[in-house]
């Protein structure tokens, strides 16, 4: 048989374990000829159909969720029309709930697989042209003959037995990161998530991850996605682990998930002692309300979580990214500006405010209308509004977070971002506003046209943050003939008898800028002649 699976991802950026996890377990079969279409949202549909047909395969399979979902049934629509007799088996998160009205609405699919798919897809291989021998496998669901069939949900147990999607030759190794699986299942409940369904928790020894991290670095690969929602839930495990990605240090960085209430000294201990750059933590807060994590069944005591919050903003050492999300059972908007507030007064390296997707299987979607919950009925399965929060307020979150995305989780307008967040109560409100009236919000903004943009708004606005925005301007790289820099002084100037260094080291063939205050002093800043920096390396006050 001929096997061909449909890789379509958001970008070429990503990919899917999908693929690389369910070959590595079949790849010994000699009687299976697997061939991979690797294609993008973002491509035409029909590029991709004739590419799939030119193979005219027997069966193809595809991984789908809430970003692939309806540009993947746009492309099998086509090739099942082209191709009537070739099978259509489809897996992933889509599938965690009730699959039988889906399959009847698109009956071009032939069966979903719902779970882990990777010990049922091997034993459908075994059957997979014979539809009235698909009984009885895990996870499969199909209609057959007008009547639906249910697997329930599969799950592999052993989950380190499973032999690792590094081993498969469709391993993307071209891609920017990867990803590696150390944990399937959660211990926490959370009813938004697809891993709060009770599953178990299953990892795999330590000893195997370092035999996977050394393949990993062998391959030239920097950064590694650890995909263990649990990750913390061990103290002495979360240890070990931590202990063992310091040894890739300084050629691997690991972004990994972490629940901030789980830190107990001991782990607190080793994370402050890790090196600089190696760990990129997500800090899954969700709501800094106590009323809005309890009826998302989310497992923890909110002090706890703030106190754990804190203490992982303070270590300079690893870049602490905290979620927020907008349309929760009971989060109101005036609720979201002022966590924002909170986190930007912890530190915190970023701020991620997403919108709550309802997504199949799990509790929250089961309950939307116990919930006062109304959702979009197609992918992503976005919330439209809740008892709590209008849908022209989850619109303005939408673009709250757009401009949290453009100036506070950027590098080069982080810092004044956050002086002004602090410093002005109002300054999010009125940004946001004028932002919006100007219709620059959901336009894409180059890193220099969003500085010009706050630099113009807080002239007319907040003039005392000006000198702060033209110092980010300059130490960004950004042009010293652009409006931001239109007070420097950079022609005829001498440095002067005495000044404080903030950093770097002053030398005579540096070349020098000034920025004058009003009260007199002023900041004065030093270019790399030799290398034609944009950025100065050096940098004073008087």
Not at 135 to 150: F, Q, R, T
Request: proline content about 6%.
């Amino acid at each position: 048989m001929k096997i061909l699976w449909l890789d379509l991802n958001c970008s070429y950026a990503h990919s899917s374990l999908a693929l690389p996890a369910l070959h590595a377990q079949v790849m010994c079969r000699t009687d299976v000829e697997w061939r991979v279409v690797r294609t993008t949202t973002g491509e035409a549909v029909g590029t991709a159909v004739d590419a799939v047909c030119t193979h005219r395969p027997d069966v193809v399979a595809a991984s789908a969720w809430l970003f692939t979902h309806e540009h993947l049934l746009h492309i099998l629509a086509r090739v099942k029309a082209l191709l009537p007799q070739t099978i259509v088996i489809l897996g992933g998160p889509e599938f965690l709930g009730d699959n039988d009205a889906y399959l009847r609405q698109h009956t071009y699919i032939s069966c979903v697989l719902r779970g882990e798919g990777e010990e049922s897809f091997a034993r459908w291989l075994d059957v997979w042209d014979k539809p009235e021998a698909w009984g009885g496998l895990s996870g499969l669901c199909y209609i057959y003959k007008g009547i639906y069939y249910d697997g329930g949900l599969a799950r592999v147990m052993d989950f380190a037995s499973l032999k690792a999607p590094e081993e498969s030759p469709l391993f993307a190794w071209g891609k920017p990161f990867v990803q590696l699986e150390t944990t399937r299942g959660c211990f926490n409940t959370c009813a938004f998530c697809v891993s709060g369904v009770g599953d178990p928790v299953r990892t795999l020894p330590i000893e195997a991850i370092r035999l996977r991290l050394d393949c990993i670095r062998d391959r030239g690969i920097r950064d590694v996605r650890i995909l263990d929602r649990t990750f913390n839930y061990h103290p002495q495990r979360a240890i070990s682990l931590m202990q063992l990605f310091a040894e890739y240090h300084p050629y691997m960085r690991f972004h990994l998930e972490i629940h901030p209430a789980l830190l107990p000294q001991s782990v607190r201990e080793v994370l402050a002692s890790l090196p600089a750059g190696l760990l990129h933590l997500e800090a899954g807060i969700q709501s800094l309300r106590q009323e809005v994590l309890d009826a998302c069944c989310r497992k923890g005591v909110l002090e706890h979580s703030l106190d754990g919050l804190r203490y992982l903003c303070s270590l300079s050492n690893l870049i602490t990214h905290a979620d927020l999300i907008a349309g929760l059972p009971r989060y109101t908007l005036a609720q979201i500006y002022e966590d924002i507030h909170t986190l930007a007064g912890y530190q915190a390296g970023e701020i991620q405010l997403e919108s709550l997707k309802l997504l199949p299987g799990t509790m929250i979607r089961r309950e939307a209308v116990r919930l006062g919950l109304c959702y979009s009925p197609l992918p992503p399965y976005e919330v439209l509004k809740t008892e709590a929060i209008t849908s022209a307020e989850l619109q303005e979150a939408r673009r709250l977070s757009r401009l949290l995305d453009a100036y506070y989780n950027t590098s080069a307008w982080q810092q004044i971002t956050r002086q002004l967040l602090l410093g002005e109560p109002d300054f999010l409100y009125r940004f946001l506003d004028h932002l919006t009236h100007n219709n620059y919000i959901d336009q894409p903004m180059s890193l220099e046209r969003r500085g010009e943009l706050l630099y113009l708004f807080c002239r007319d606005y907040y003039p005392d943050y000006l000198p702060a925005v033209t110092i980010a301007w300059i130490e960004a790289g950004m042009s010293l003939k652009k409006r931001p820099a239109e007070g420097v002084r950079t022609k005829h100037v001498q440095p002067p008898g005495k000044w404080n260094v903030i950093y770097g080291e002053y030398n005579d063939d540096l070349r020098l800028c000034f920025l004058p205050t009003v009260e007199g002093g002023g900041y004065w800043f030093g270019y790399d002649t030799t290398t034609q920096c944009p950025t100065p390396i050096f940098r004073a006050e008087v």
